[in-house]
């Protein structure tokens, strides 16, 4: 799969929404940048003054640099990236992993006067309180990945994802049936018990993995994506069921990669397939050694565009631009209200496919292609600098 055919899978020109939301305008500008002005009118006596620019300053609240490597090493740049080519005014900060500190990086963009706030929540409650205080000061919000439970934002940014959970299963099937194994027990290792996207990521790859057969031998799910936790719980998930499993279901890199140590430790590792997903550099290593099935890939760029396009759009006051760039609606379960969202669509990466990962610029031959056995392997699938 090539480059381009990553950006059509992602079903987003994301440069080209940029530009419409933002009329193409250029310049660098950092963290604390303003919008360029426009152009002056035309010498005359009766000319009006030319309007004054509109200030647009954009406010993004990350979740923490733990669960994922993405927020930092992918969403951050990404936004940034996308800021700057718009000219706007943003803050960008993480709150890792704090409900606390989460709340007071918002009060403390509102009292600055962005004119959006853009959020990943930690938990659906406590981003709730966020979204109500930006909507008592007229601030629209962005859920960004993560849809808020019952906090009422104007917007969803995310791929979909019981789609992810449905690719993570069919990898995991496609594993067990290379294996030789047409049914047996599985574990799955879910991911915050408090993180909707957890709960559609399983809804999707637990219905594959029933639907062809096999049987949930243990599911747990670990709190606040904790790696470390993960461990631990996937240890005793091990332990209870005498070590008979076919599979695991992991729902992400770091969750795959904490079973797979559990899975060194007894000698396994690469004998019982185990999936991931974000496409970490990490993650893509262990495909390459065999050591993880499969990865998910959401093209983060397109995602990071999108998002940074309603920002722009929403934060310059052009609601029906806003609008328009939103492809269709999710339903929030608990009001029952539709969110108009941009949802884009994940790629299964398997050995033979890492190629495309580093092609599409999402990470590079050198973060991945690290030691001389991942060299012998990136060589093998054709993975080049």
Known sequence: MSKRTFGAIAGLAAAGLLLAACGGSGGDAA???AAPSSSAAPESSSAEPAPAPVAAKVGVILPDAASSARWETADRPFLEQAFQAAGVEYDIQNANGDKAKFATIADQMLASGINVLMLVNLDSPSAAAVIAKADAQGVPTIDYDRLTLGGGAQYYVSFDNVAVGTKIGEGLVTCMQANGSDSGPVALLNGSPTDNNATLFKEGYEKVIT???YTIAADQSVPDWDNTKAGTIFEQMYTEVGGDLIGVASANDGLGGAVISVLERNGVAGEIPVTGQDATDEGLQRVLLGTQ????YKAIK?????????AVALAKGEIPTADGL??????DTETGAEVKSVLLVPVSIFPDNVKDVIADGFTTY??????????KKCEEFGVTP
């Open 31 to 33: 963290s604390s940048s």
């Open 211 to 213: 639907d062809a057969g």
């Open 293 to 296: 099935c499969m990865t998910v």
């Open 302 to 310: 397109a995602e990071a565009d999108a998002a940074a396009a309603l």
């Open 326 to 331: 939103a492809t269709g609606t999710v339903v």
């Open 366 to 375: 050198d973060r991945v292609c690290t030691t001389e056995e991942l060299k």
